[in-house]
């Protein structure tokens, strides 16, 4: 499943390609997705100039001219490739053809993603985007708002920084990866973490996540512009996957264990 560092990797390859370009032409070639493709909107795009690619979470947002943004989510199993002109690929359903002639295609084979059109003046309001935290790597994430948002809250650390609401973009992966780096146990209780531990998680998770995105993501990436590479992040997974292997910092087997039915995985000796 594409995960934050993903989409970011994907919007970066896309910039270039779109930025500046106008829609031709758009095929719906089948409408089933999360929620049914709404063909008219689409339709409503062509003409249109595409302005900027943005990402919010792990929604891309793909700025049009006239005030509207077509949004694509890649939900399991999505994909979104800049292309020349050429038939279409199996479970291809959207095609847009640009002035340029080059094609983007979404081609979802377990239909979870969702592409569709909102208003730039109404998406902060969208039932998609209006309960989303705050940005990882933006300006409003850090200690502070992490104990702020944990007070009066119960529960393991983990499954707080994996709640949307509080931080977009921590996965199962990248949780288990920030609180080994943070040296903090995916079972402490959010009400016994102090400003010093919550240091630590802060600067962990946007270093988690900066290195992920810049490895190009943890899982297949040959969605992105249909190069075929693997994210590099994988390879540098300190503890995820690593259950009864020695822990990189002293030695001990890295534990695995089940937290909310997902894979969690940790030292006991480095993690408190
Ligand atoms: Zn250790």
């Known amino acids: 499943m594409p995960e934050l560092p993903e989409v970011e990797a994907l919007r970066e390859s896309l910039v270039d390609r779109l930025v500046g370009d106008r829609v031709r032409r758009v095929v719906v070639r089948d409408h089933r997705l999360r929620r049914p493709i709404d063909r008219r909107a689409l339709d409503g795009l062509v003409g249109a100039t595409v302005r900027a690619v943005e990402r919010r979470a792990k929604y891309l947002r793909i700025r049009m001219d006239g005030g ?3 949004v694509v989510h890649l939900g399991m199993s999505g994909r979104l490739v800049s292309a020349p002109a050429g038939p279409p690929a199996l479970h291809e359903h959207v095609t847009w053809t640009f002035a340029s002639g080059r094609t983007l295609r979404y081609r979802d084979p377990r239909r979870f993603g969702l592409v569709y059109v909102v208003g730039d003046a109404a ?3 969208h039932p998609d985007f209006a309960s989303l935290g705050v940005e990882p790597l933006g300006r409003d994430f850090d200690a502070a708002y992490l104990r702020e948002r944990a007070a009066g809250r119960r529960g393991p650390v983990k499954a707080f920084l994996m709640d949307q609401r509080v931080v977009v973009g921590v996965g199962n992966i990248y949780a288990s990866e920030v609180l080994f780096r ?22 962990a998770t946007r270093a988690v996540l900066a290195r992920a995105i810049d490895a190009g993501g943890t899982t297949i990436r040959d969605y992105v512009g ?11 997974l300190a503890v995820y996957g690593r259950g ?13 264990t089940v937290m ?4 969690t995985y940790a030292c006991g000796r480095c993690q408190r």
């Open 260 to 263: 909310a039915g997902r894979a």
């Open 68 to 70: 509207r943004s077509l």
């Open 226 to 236: 249909g190069r075929g590479t693997t994210g590099r992040f994988q390879a540098e």
């Open 182 to 203: 943070a040296r903090v146990s995916p079972r402490r209780r959010v009400g016994t973490i102090g400003p010093e531990r919550w240091g630590r998680i802060a600067d």
């Open 244 to 256: 009864g292997e020695p822990c990189v910092v002293c030695g001990t087997p890295v534990r695995r």
């Open 123 to 125: 998406i902060d309001r």
